[in-house]
C-alpha cells in the first residue's frame, strides 16, 4: 500500500485479513517497505494507494515508484505477476485517483497482467469509498479463488472466527530478533517560541531544534519528521475507564517479518502496557471501520455489540460517518462510550485494535548554509470545537507546543516535493499563505546567505497583519533593501476577505512578465482546501490576453509549467 493519512493502509490491512481467511499466504506492506527487487518473483499483488497533494503519490510509496519508473526495467519484467489496484482519492480534486491510475498503467506497460479492473474509491461519496470497494473486493477474491483454488477439502475461515492477534507477548526475551530501522537522531529544543499575537485565535510556534552532532544536514524544501507521544492526560483517562488492566506489568514482544515489534529506539523492551500508550499506540485518532469490526469480538453486551456489527457493516458506514468521522471521535472517547465491550479486550489484542502512532512531518524553516547546527519548525497548534462542542486537540502539534527548552525528541530530515531550479539567475515565485510560508522561509535564508542575485517574489498571507504576520521583520527588513518582493494579503484587516489569489491578480503585469519573458519557476505550499486551485487559476488570469493569448492558450501554458516544473505545489490536508 502507498497511504499517506492511513486510509489506504486500512483498506490494505483488511484485504490482508480477508486473504487469511481464503487461507492465502500473505503479507501487507507499504509499498517503500517492500524489497522491491523481489517483485518480479511475486505471483499475485494487490496494491492500495491513495492520491495526494496534486495527484502526487504517498510519501511511503516514493521510492516503489521511483523504482517503477527506470527506464532500464525490461518492458516484460513482471510478466509473471497477476495484479490488482485500488484507488483512493477525492473526486473534488481535478486529479482524482491520480496516483492509483498511473500506478495501474505503469504496471501494465510491465507486463504484469491484471485480473480486474481498478477501482477508484471516493471520499465524496454519502458512504465513503467503501461504497465501491467493498463489493469490488468480493469479486476480487473470487478472481482470486479461480487462479488460486483452496486446497481439496479445505473451507475458507468464517467471519465468526477470531484471527491471531498481530503480536505474540512473552514472559522473557528469548534472543527475539531485532526490527530495527534507520535510527532518528536524539535532537534536544532549544526555543520554543508562540509568534502569533497572544489573544489572536491561533497559536502557532517557531520550535528551534539542535542537531549539532549528527549527521543531518537538509536543503531548502526539505521535511522534517518526527515522533509525537500521546498526551499524559489521555493515558491516564485511558486507566481510568480500564482500571482492570494493569500498567506496570512487564513483557516482551516476539517480532515476525509481517508484524515488527516498535522500534527499540522509540520502546525499549520490555515493555508496560503504559510505556506502550504513552509512545506507541495512538488514542487520539478517529478510529477506523476494522475496530469496530474487531471489538465487537470480544463483546458479552448484546446492545453494544449489535451497534459495534453496524458500524463495521457496509450498510453502517452513514452512520459510523456521523458518529464518528463527523465529530471526529477519538478512539479514547469511542473506548469509553462502548467499555463493557472494551473490558473484554485481551491485552495482545489491544495491539490490533489500537493502530501505531504514526510519525508526523512538517516543512523545515530554516537555512542549513546560514544554521547549520539548528533545525527549525513553524507548528500551528490545532484546537477546535466540534458542532458537539467537544473540544479536539491535534496530537502532534499539541505535543510539540508543550515541549521545553531541554526537551529532547526524536528527528529525521526527508527530502521534500519542492525542488527549486538549479541555474543561479532563475527569478522564483513563492506563495505561502500561512505556515504555507515556512519553506519559503528556508529558502529566501538560504539564498540571502549565498549571497545570490536572484530574482525573488513572495505572496504571503494572513488574517490580521498585527497578529499572524510570521517573520514580518526579517522579509520587511529584505524588501527595504531591495532583495524580496514581498506581496501581502491580510484576509480580516478589511471588510472584504483578500487572500492571496487576488493580490496575485493585482500584479498581473510583473507575474506575466516574469513567467513568460525571464522563465521564472512558481511554487504553491500550505491548505490543500480551495487555495490551490485558486492560485492557479489567478496565475492562469495574469497569463491571458484575448488577443495574444487566448484562455485555451494560458491552459496549456499551465499545464506546460507543472510537466517541465516550473510549477510546483505541496499541499496538505
Given at each position: 500500500y502507498g497511504?499517506?493519512?492511513?486510509?489506504?493502509?486500512?483498506?490494505a490491512e483488511r484485504a490482508g485479513r480477508q486473504a487469511k481467511r481464503f487461507l492465502l499466504k500473505t503479507r501487507v506492506q507499504s509499498m517503500d517497505d517492500y524489497f522491491v527487487k523481489s517483485l518480479p518473483s511475486e505471483t499475485l499483488v494487490l496494491y492500495v494507494c491513495s492520491t495526494t497533494g496534486q495527484g502526487e503519490e504517498p510519501d511511503n510509496m516514493k521510492h516503489f515508484w521511483k523504482f517503477l519508473l527506470r527506464k532500464d526495467l525490461p518492458a516484460h519484467s513482471l510478466a509473471a505477476q497477476n495484479f490488482a489496484v485500488i484507488g483512493l482519492g477525492d473526486s473534488s480534486y481535478s486529479k482524482f485517483n491520480f496516483a492509483a491510475k498511473k500506478l495501474h498503467r505503469r504496471l501494465a506497460q510491465l507486463g504484469a497482467n491484471p485480473i480486474m479492473d481498478p477501482v477508484y474509491g471516493d471520499d465524496q461519496h454519502e458512504l465513503?469509498?467503501?461504497?465501491?470497494?467493498?463489493p469490488w473486493l468480493k469479486t476480487f477474491w473470487q478472481q482470486?479463488?479461480?487462479?488460486?483454488?483452496?486446497?481439496?477439502g479445505s473451507q475458507p475461515l468464517n467471519e465468526d472466527i477470531l484471527l491471531p492477534p498481530k503480536f505474540k507477548l512473552v514472559k522473557t526475551e528469548n534472543g527475539l530478533a531485532s526490527q530495527e530501522k534507520e535510527v532518528p537522531f536524539m535532537s534536544t529544543v532549544l526555543h520554543n517560541e508562540r509568534v502569533t499575537d497572544v489573544n489572536h485565535f491561533q497559536d502557532t510556534r517557531l520550535i528551534t531544534m539542535d542537531i549539532r552532532d549528527s549527521n543531518l544536514t537538509y536543503s531548502p524544501g526539505d521535511v522534517a519528521v518526527m515522533q509525537p507521544s500521546n498526551l499524559p492526560e489521555s493515558?491516564?483517562?485511558?486507566?481510568?475507564?480500564?482500571?482492570?488492566?494493569?500498567?506496570?506489568?512487564?513483557?516482551?514482544?516476539?517480532?515476525?517479518?509481517?508484524?515488527?515489534?516498535?522500534?527499540?529506539?522509540?520502546?525499549p523492551q520490555p515493555y508496560t502496557f503504559r510505556n506502550c500508550l504513552e509512545k506507541y499506540l495512538d488514542l487520539q485518532c478517529v478510529p477506523r471501520r476494522y475496530f469496530f469490526e474487531l471489538l465487537a469480538k470480544f463483546s458479552k453486551d448484546e446492545m453494544e455489540k449489535e451497534k459495534l456489527e453496524e458500524f463495521a457493516s457496509s450498510a453502517g458506514q452513514q452512520e459510523l460517518y456521523s458518529y464518528c468521522n463527523r465529530p471526529k471521535r477519538t478512539v479514547l472517547e469511542v473506548l469509553a462510550d462502548f467499555y463493557k465491550s472494551a473490558e473484554g479486550v485481551p491485552l495482545e489484542y489491544w495491539f490490533d485494535l489500537l493502530t501505531p502512532i504514526k510519525p508526523r512531518s512538517f516543512s523545515i524553516a530554516s537555512s542549513f548554509i546560514a544554521t547549520p547546527n539548528e533545525l527549525q519548525i513553524l507548528v500551528a497548534v490545532v484546537s477546535y470545537k466540534t458542532k458537539m462542542s467537544s473540544l479536539r486537540k491535534g496530537l502532534c502539534s499539541t505535543w510539540l507546543s508543550?515541549?521545553?527548552?531541554?526537551a529532547k525528541l526524536h528527528l529525521k530530515v526527508r527530502k521534500g516535493t519542492l525542488k527549486f531550479p538549479p541555474q543561479m539567475n532563475t527569478p522564483v515565485i513563492m506563495v505561502g499563505p500561512g505556515t504555507g510560508c515556512a519553506p519559503f522561509r528556508a529558502y529566501i535564508s538560504d539564498q540571502m546567505t549565498s549571497k545570490t542575485n536572484r530574482k525573488l517574489v513572495l505572496f504571503f498571507g494572513c488574517r490580521n497583519k498585527a497578529k499572524d504576520f510570521y517573520f514580518q521583520e526579517e522579509w520587511i527588513s529584505l524588501t527595504n533593501e531591495g532583495k524580496l518582493t514581498l506581496v501581502t494579503a491580510f484576509s480580516r484587516d478589511q471588510e472584504d476577505k483578500i487572500y492571496v489569489q487576488h493580490r496575485i491578480e493585482e500584479e498581473r503585469k510583473l507575474l506575466k512578465k516574469m513567467i513568460l519573458e525571464e522563465g521564472a519557476w512558481i511554487y504553491v505550499a500550505g491548505n490543500a482546501k480551495q487555495m490551490p486551485d485558486?492560485?492557479?487559476?489567478?496565475?492562469?488570469?495574469?497569463?491571458?490576453?484575448?488577443?495574444?493569448?487566448?484562455r485555451e492558450k494560458a491552459e496549456?501554458?499551465?499545464k506546460k509549467l507543472e510537466a517541465e516544473n516550473r510549477l510546483q505545489f505541496e499541499t496538505w490536508s
Amino acid at each position: 500500500y502507498g497511504s499517506q493519512t492511513g486510509s489506504a493502509q486500512e483498506v490494505a490491512e483488511r484485504a490482508g485479513r480477508q486473504a487469511k481467511r481464503f487461507l492465502l499466504k500473505t503479507r501487507v506492506q507499504s509499498m517503500d517497505d517492500y524489497f522491491v527487487k523481489s517483485l518480479p518473483s511475486e505471483t499475485l499483488v494487490l496494491y492500495v494507494c491513495s492520491t495526494t497533494g496534486q495527484g502526487e503519490e504517498p510519501d511511503n510509496m516514493k521510492h516503489f515508484w521511483k523504482f517503477l519508473l527506470r527506464k532500464d526495467l525490461p518492458a516484460h519484467s513482471l510478466a509473471a505477476q497477476n495484479f490488482a489496484v485500488i484507488g483512493l482519492g477525492d473526486s473534488s480534486y481535478s486529479k482524482f485517483n491520480f496516483a492509483a491510475k498511473k500506478l495501474h498503467r505503469r504496471l501494465a506497460q510491465l507486463g504484469a497482467n491484471p485480473i480486474m479492473d481498478p477501482v477508484y474509491g471516493d471520499d465524496q461519496h454519502e458512504l465513503g469509498p467503501d461504497f465501491l470497494i467493498d463489493p469490488w473486493l468480493k469479486t476480487f477474491w473470487q478472481q482470486v479463488l479461480e487462479h488460486y483454488p483452496l486446497p481439496p477439502g479445505s473451507q475458507p475461515l468464517n467471519e465468526d472466527i477470531l484471527l491471531p492477534p498481530k503480536f505474540k507477548l512473552v514472559k522473557t526475551e528469548n534472543g527475539l530478533a531485532s526490527q530495527e530501522k534507520e535510527v532518528p537522531f536524539m535532537s534536544t529544543v532549544l526555543h520554543n517560541e508562540r509568534v502569533t499575537d497572544v489573544n489572536h485565535f491561533q497559536d502557532t510556534r517557531l520550535i528551534t531544534m539542535d542537531i549539532r552532532d549528527s549527521n543531518l544536514t537538509y536543503s531548502p524544501g526539505d521535511v522534517a519528521v518526527m515522533q509525537p507521544s500521546n498526551l499524559p492526560e489521555s493515558v491516564d483517562k485511558f486507566f481510568e475507564v480500564f482500571p482492570h488492566l494493569d500498567s506496570s506489568e512487564l513483557f516482551f514482544i516476539e517480532s515476525s517479518e509481517s508484524s515488527p515489534a516498535p522500534p527499540r529506539w522509540l520502546l525499549p523492551q520490555p515493555y508496560t502496557f503504559r510505556n506502550c500508550l504513552e509512545k506507541y499506540l495512538d488514542l487520539q485518532c478517529v478510529p477506523r471501520r476494522y475496530f469496530f469490526e474487531l471489538l465487537a469480538k470480544f463483546s458479552k453486551d448484546e446492545m453494544e455489540k449489535e451497534k459495534l456489527e453496524e458500524f463495521a457493516s457496509s450498510a453502517g458506514q452513514q452512520e459510523l460517518y456521523s458518529y464518528c468521522n463527523r465529530p471526529k471521535r477519538t478512539v479514547l472517547e469511542v473506548l469509553a462510550d462502548f467499555y463493557k465491550s472494551a473490558e473484554g479486550v485481551p491485552l495482545e489484542y489491544w495491539f490490533d485494535l489500537l493502530t501505531p502512532i504514526k510519525p508526523r512531518s512538517f516543512s523545515i524553516a530554516s537555512s542549513f548554509i546560514a544554521t547549520p547546527n539548528e533545525l527549525q519548525i513553524l507548528v500551528a497548534v490545532v484546537s477546535y470545537k466540534t458542532k458537539m462542542s467537544s473540544l479536539r486537540k491535534g496530537l502532534c502539534s499539541t505535543w510539540l507546543s508543550s515541549l521545553q527548552p531541554g526537551a529532547k525528541l526524536h528527528l529525521k530530515v526527508r527530502k521534500g516535493t519542492l525542488k527549486f531550479p538549479p541555474q543561479m539567475n532563475t527569478p522564483v515565485i513563492m506563495v505561502g499563505p500561512g505556515t504555507g510560508c515556512a519553506p519559503f522561509r528556508a529558502y529566501i535564508s538560504d539564498q540571502m546567505t549565498s549571497k545570490t542575485n536572484r530574482k525573488l517574489v513572495l505572496f504571503f498571507g494572513c488574517r490580521n497583519k498585527a497578529k499572524d504576520f510570521y517573520f514580518q521583520e526579517e522579509w520587511i527588513s529584505l524588501t527595504n533593501e531591495g532583495k524580496l518582493t514581498l506581496v501581502t494579503a491580510f484576509s480580516r484587516d478589511q471588510e472584504d476577505k483578500i487572500y492571496v489569489q487576488h493580490r496575485i491578480e493585482e500584479e498581473r503585469k510583473l507575474l506575466k512578465k516574469m513567467i513568460l519573458e525571464e522563465g521564472a519557476w512558481i511554487y504553491v505550499a500550505g491548505n490543500a482546501k480551495q487555495m490551490p486551485d485558486a492560485v492557479k487559476s489567478a496565475l492562469q488570469t495574469c497569463l491571458e490576453d484575448n488577443h495574444t493569448f487566448p484562455r485555451e492558450k494560458a491552459e496549456n501554458y499551465m499545464k506546460k509549467l507543472e510537466a517541465e516544473n516550473r510549477l510546483q505545489f505541496e499541499t496538505w490536508s
